[in-house]
């Protein structure tokens, strides 16, 4: 599993950004890789201290409005073995604020991946997008969970999250 994600270990300029325009604030964030002994399904981001303060796996909403939020996670691993079909997820959730831990789902996307007896060693990849028009107020916080945190491939281009103000 080490090899498969060499690539990714590359350092690169981020293509992470954001704009904190008072009017329509708006983000675009990619995955960080994760240190070998995290146990977490919640994914970390590059994120700026204006909408991430004090973590990179929350992301503040700074204003009250109409919210376009989306989502990619890209997945991929060597072969597939025998035994049941491998289910991959990522969602979306927001809480209210730091002090309370309910989750709202917001996000869900799903896709089922080596339906075989038995793998014949190629590489299969898959990715899940969403997105949606989301009501959000300001001091939201916003995160993405993952069924198979390991499986997801951490290239820039290929798992991000991000939301723009609509109104």
């Known amino acids: 599993m080490e090899k498969l994600h060499q690539e990714d270990k590359v350092a690169k300029p981020s293509i992470s950004w954001h704009q904190q325009d008072p009017d329509k604030p708006m983000a675009h964030l990619t995955a960080v890789i994760p240190k070998p002994e995290s146990r977490t399904w919640t994914l970390e981001w590059e994120a700026t201290p204006a909408f991430s303060p004090q973590t990179t796996s929350l992301v503040l909403i700074p204003k009250q409005g109409l ?6 996670v890209a ?23 730091a002090n309370q831990w309910k989750p709202v789902l917001l996000l869900e996307g799903s896709d089922t991946v080596c339906e075989r007896e038995q793998g ?7 990715s899940i997008s969403q997105g949606a028009l989301v009501l959000l ?31």
Not at 81 to 88: F, Q
Not at 150 to 162: H, M
Request: hydrophobic share 35%; charged share 20%.
């Open 67 to 72: 919210y376009y939020v989306y989502c990619q």
């Open 75 to 97: 997945f991929r691993n060597s072969g597939c073995h025998a035994g049941p079909a491998l289910i991959l997820s990522s969602k979306v959730f927001h809480r209210q604020d």
């Open 120 to 126: 014949d060693g190629k590489f299969w990849y898959t």
């Open 137 to 167: 107020e300001e001091g939201h916080q916003l995160y993405v969970n993952v069924s198979h945190p390991r499986l997801v491939d951490y290239q820039e281009s290929k798992t991000f999250f991000g939301f723009m103000m609509i109104s």
